[in-house]
């Protein structure tokens, strides 16, 4: 009987890429993704990260994802840091071992931002307005047909305060920081990747092959020898025919920023606002 070739992940490493804004979608293909490095025992993961953050619970369960592979399999984690790896990518590259990043990355803008539109004027002028039944008197906070109240800001304000307390915990945590060592620099700037070296935000500066080579060094395996077993979101046909015209692919994504400015309207986000 011929056996089929089965490959020996133990003898690989795992590529997981995170690209662009961090929502439910990222959410679903990363942990897709991680679970195949549970079933295939992967002994590490280089985790490369180029995004300016994104939604905070997409953002939260990856995090916690990663952290949960890394205790109960023991699998290495490297993250690599590209052109951009702010706000929630720091929040996801906080999970792993370790964190390399480019000396040129920007990176850090750790911090917290809810947006609200207010078409108030402009609907006045055109003679449009709503009549509101609600509840109670915060259930149409945020309505883009009004400014918000001071009780309604002290609301949302607080909201943002505990969302910006759980990243600096997870950032005190994951970078063995002390929380007020955080607070510091968490004040929403952004750094660059040499910046961050300094800090303490990452622990080294080097491309993604560094990072892999890391990986690799950090399981027992040959950097010259060992191979990395990229794991992608599966696409179909028409995505893939899609992606030939440079053209299209980037209307693509500009359509897919829009579909995430207006989905994410009113919900705090981990976002680097260029």
């Known amino acids: 009987m011929i ?105 850090g803008s750790i911090g917290v931002i809810l947006r609200g539109n207010n078409l108030e004027k402009l609907l006045d002028r055109v003679g449009v307005s709503f009549k509101t039944i609600k509840s109670g008197p915060y259930k149409d906070i945020l309505s883009f047909d009004r400014e918000l109240t001071d009780p309604e800001r002290d609301i949302l304000q607080a909201l943002i305060d505990s969302s910006y307390h759980q990243f600096v915990e997870a950032v005190s945590k994951g970078r063995k920081l002390e929380p007020d060592q955080v607070r510091e620099f968490a004040d929403g700037r952004v750094f660059t990747g040499q910046q961050a070296l300094e800090l303490g935000l990452v622990d080294r500066l080097g491309t993604e092959e560094d990072a892999r080579r890391w990986a690799c060094e950090l399981v027992g395996l040959d950097p010259e020898k060992t191979r990395t077993f990229a794991i992608e979101a599966q696409k179909s046909a028409l995505d893939r025919a899609l992606n030939r015209s440079q053209t299209i692919a980037r209307l693509n994504a500009a359509s897919a920023w829009v579909d995430f400015e207006l989905t994410t309207n009113g919900q705090p986000l981990w976002m680097y606002h260029p």
Not at 51 to 66: N, R
Not at 88 to 97: C, E, L
């Open 3 to 107: 056996w089929p070739f089965r490959p020996n992940f133990c003898k690989q490493i795992a590529r997981v890429e995170i690209s662009g804004a961090i929502a439910a979608s990222t959410r679903k293909q990363v942990l897709t993704a991680l679970k195949t490095v549970e079933e295939r025992k992967f002994p590490a993961v280089l985790l490369r990260i180029d995004s300016p953050g994104g939604t905070v619970v997409d953002s939260q369960e990856i995090h916690a994802a990663i952290e949960r592979l890394r205790e109960t399999q023991g699998t290495k984690v490297i993250a690599s840091f590209g052109n951009i790896s702010a706000s929630g990518g720091v929040y996801v590259g906080v999970s792993a071992d370790h964190i390399v990043a480019n000396s040129g990355t920007i990176t």
